[in-house]
C-alpha cells in the first residue's frame, strides 16, 4: 500500500523483540503491511533501511504464497478469499473445498501446526517468519498454545501479529509481543490510490468508512458509490422500498449507525462525520432517536444472524423513519 512505506520503515529501524504487534485501524491494510514486513525479514537483498526490494527470489516466493520460510496463518473464512492457503485447504471453488461455513476463528489445532512448523530448520537460511492475522480471532484455547512460542521461539525466528483492539486479546499474549501502534494512513496517500482504483469521488466514501480504504474500496466494488451514499439518508427516511435492497445486513446496520449518529452531531450542532454535511434531517424527537439507535445497537450483536435480507432491511428501514418522526417505542 502507498501510505505502508513510511510505518514500514519504521517497523524495520525500531523491532527489537521476536514478536511484534501491530495495532492498527480497520480496513487500513494491516495485513498487508504485516505481510511487507515478513518479507523485507526474508529478502535476500533488502536496501540500507532493510525494505524488501520485491525482486529476489525470497520476494517471488513470497508474492507466489510458496516461500518455504513464511507461514500466514487467518481465520479460515479471511483465508478463503485473501488467497493464503493454510495446511491442506482447498482453494475457494475447488470441488474438495470444504462446504461448511468457514471458521471466523483461528482453532487449536492450526496454532499447533503452525508451531510444529516454527520448530523446523529454515529452508532459505535467513530465518523464518510467521504473520498472524488478526489476533482477536484466536479463541481462548488457541491463544493459550500460542504463548510459550511467542516468548521465546526458536532462533531466527519471529513472529508478526495485528490487530485492532489490543484489549480484546488476552494479557498474556499482549505482554510476549513488543506492541507498536501503527498511524491510520493519512488522507493524501489514500485518495490518489482510490481513485487509481478507479473510485469516483473517493472523499465521500473514505468518509464514510471513517477514514478506512479497503473498507472504502470494497464499499465501491460492491456497487455502493458516492452518489448512493450520499443519497441514501433521504431514501431511507423518504420511505424509499429499495433503499437498502441488496444490502447485506451487517452493511446495513452500520449505514444506519452512521444515519443516527449524524444527526445526533446535528442536533448538538457539530458537524457530521459520516454524510456530507444536510444531508441528514434532524430528528424530530432526540429520545426516539436515541431508543432507536439503542434498538440498532442490540441487533448488531446478532449481526451474523442469517436473516432473509430483504424482509430484514425494509424493517429497519420502517424502523428509521419511525425514529425520525418521534414514533420509536
Request: hydrophobic share 45%; with cysteine; proline share 9%.
Amino acid at each position: 500500500m502507498p501510505w505502508s512505506g513510511e510505518p514500514l520503515r519504521g517497523l524495520l529501524a525500531q523491532a527489537r523483540g521476536h514478536a511484534l504487534l501491530l495495532q492498527c485501524a480497520p480496513g487500513s491494510g494491516a495485513f498487508e503491511l504485516a505481510l511487507a514486513l515478513a518479507q523485507s525479514w526474508l529478502c535476500e537483498s533488502p536496501d540500507g533501511e532493510g525494505v524488501a526490494c520485491g525482486r529476489c527470489a525470497a520476494c517471488r516466493a513470497v508474492h507466489s504464497h510458496v516461500h518455504a520460510d513464511l507461514l500466514v496463518l487467518q481465520p479460515q473464512a479471511l483465508r478463503r478469499t485473501s488467497g493464503w492457503t493454510f495446511g491442506d485447504d482447498a482453494p475457494e471453488g475447488d470441488e474438495r473445498a470444504d462446504k461448511r461455513k468457514p471458521s471466523r476463528q483461528i482453532r487449536i489445532d492450526e496454532v499447533r501446526a503452525a508451531i510444529d512448523w516454527v520448530g523446523r530448520t529454515s529452508a532459505r537460511g535467513r530465518g523464518k517468519a510467521w504473520v498472524l492475522h488478526p489476533v482477536e480471532t484466536l479463541n481462548e484455547h488457541s491463544a493459550s498454545a500460542l504463548l510459550k512460542t511467542a516468548e521465546e521461539p526458536p532462533p531466527g525466528t519471529r513472529l508478526v501479529l495485528t490487530c485492532t483492539d489490543p484489549q480484546a486479546i488476552l494479557p498474556t499474549v499482549r505482554s510476549r509481543c513488543q506492541h507498536v501502534r501503527v498511524p491510520e494512513p493519512p488522507a493524501e496517500a489514500v485518495l490518489p490510490w482510490l481513485q487509481a482504483q478507479g473510485v469516483a469521488r473517493a472523499a465521500v466514501l473514505l468518509a464514510a468508512t471513517g477514514g478506512r480504504p479497503l473498507q472504502a474500496l470494497e464499499l465501491a466494488r460492491t456497487g455502493v458509490d458516492a452518489a448512493t451514499w450520499e443519497a441514501l439518508p433521504a431514501a431511507v427516511l423518504g420511505g424509499r422500498p429499495d433503499a437498502l435492497a441488496g444490502w447485506p445486513v451487517p452493511r446495513a446496520l452500520d449505514a444506519l449507525c452512521k444515519i443516527g449518529l449524524d444527526a445526533l452531531a446535528r442536533h448538538a450542532g457539530a458537524s457530521q462525520r459520516w454524510f456530507p454535511p444536510g444531508s441528514v434531517p434532524a430528528p424530530a424527537s432526540l429520545p426516539a432517536l436515541q431508543r432507536w439507535l439503542d434498538e440498532l445497537i442490540r441487533i448488531s450483536r446478532h449481526a451474523e444472524h442469517p436473516w432473509h435480507e430483504g424482509l430484514m432491511g425494509d424493517a429497519l428501514a420502517a424502523r428509521a423513519r419511525a425514529a425520525f418522526s418521534g414514533r420509536a417505542d
